[in-house]
């Protein structure tokens, strides 16, 4: 069994900053990659962030020069820094990582989601 699990959301206000932190546990051999997706009311889920194993980042092009993701290998947990934030924004963030929990198979696991919600 893996586990996700979330921490970090809430209310601020426009221009706010927020960081988001996932703590991956449980039967896990290696990690591949952890990111973080969005979804917000009649929305599709959509991804904002990932980071591999080995450093490199991808981004949603809404969030460039105002999100950045990082990771502690050592602990398993990835980290969402959001700064300027916009009511766009708002959303249910879930926590994603592609994991082997055996060296031969992987999947993908999920957090259950933390609200981040801006708003004046």
């Known amino acids: 069994q893996v586990q996700l699990v979330e921490s970090g959301g809430g209310l601020v206000q426009p221009g706010g900053s927020l960081r988001l932190s996932c703590a991956a546990s449980g039967s896990i051999f290696s990690i591949v990659a952890m990111g973080w997706y969005r979804q917000a009311p009649v929305k599709q889920r959509e991804l904002v962030a990932a980071?591999?194993?080995?450093?490199?980042?991808n981004y949603a092009d809404s969030v460039k020069g105002r999100f950045t993701i990082s990771r502690d290998n050592a602990k398993n947990t990835v980290y969402l820094q959001m700064n300027s934030l916009k009511p766009e924004d708002t959303a249910v963030y879930y926590c994603n990582a592609r994991l082997y929990s055996d060296p031969n198979e992987w999947d993908d696991y999920w957090g259950q989601g933390t609200q981040v919600t801006v708003s004046s």
């Open positions: 980071i591999t194993s080995g450093g490199s980042t």
